[in-house]
């Protein structure tokens, strides 16, 4: 599935709800998805990764439909690799 595909698709599933929800709430939600990605981090079960990565994704594409960011053109920024240094892999110092 295309990232914009999948962005549609979050739409489709879940736009009424966010919108209903607002903003500030619907990233609070993301946060507690991302508390969960830290959690199954320490399990190591790799299918609760995948559940948890997907979920952290989904809030992440649900956010960005409510505030009318479209992830595929956003992440065209590193298209040509790291945007601070320009290089791939990246230099930057840590
Ligand atoms: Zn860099």
């Not at 549609?8 to 736009?15: G, T, V």
């Amino acid at each position: 599935m295309e990232i914009r595909e999948f962005q549609h698709l979050i739409k489709d599933i879940y736009y009424e709800k966010d919108a209903k929800r607002g903003t500030d709430g619907t990233f609070r939600w993301l946060c507690e998805e991302v508390g969960e990605l830290a959690k199954a981090l320490r399990t190591k079960d790799r299918e609760n990764l995948r559940e948890e990565f997907a979920d952290v994704l989904a809030w992440t594409f649900s956010l960005a439909n409510l505030l009318d960011v479209d992830i595929e053109d956003a992440i065209k920024k590193y298209k040509n690799g790291c945007p601070k240094c320009g290089h791939i892999p990246c230099e930057c110092k840590e």
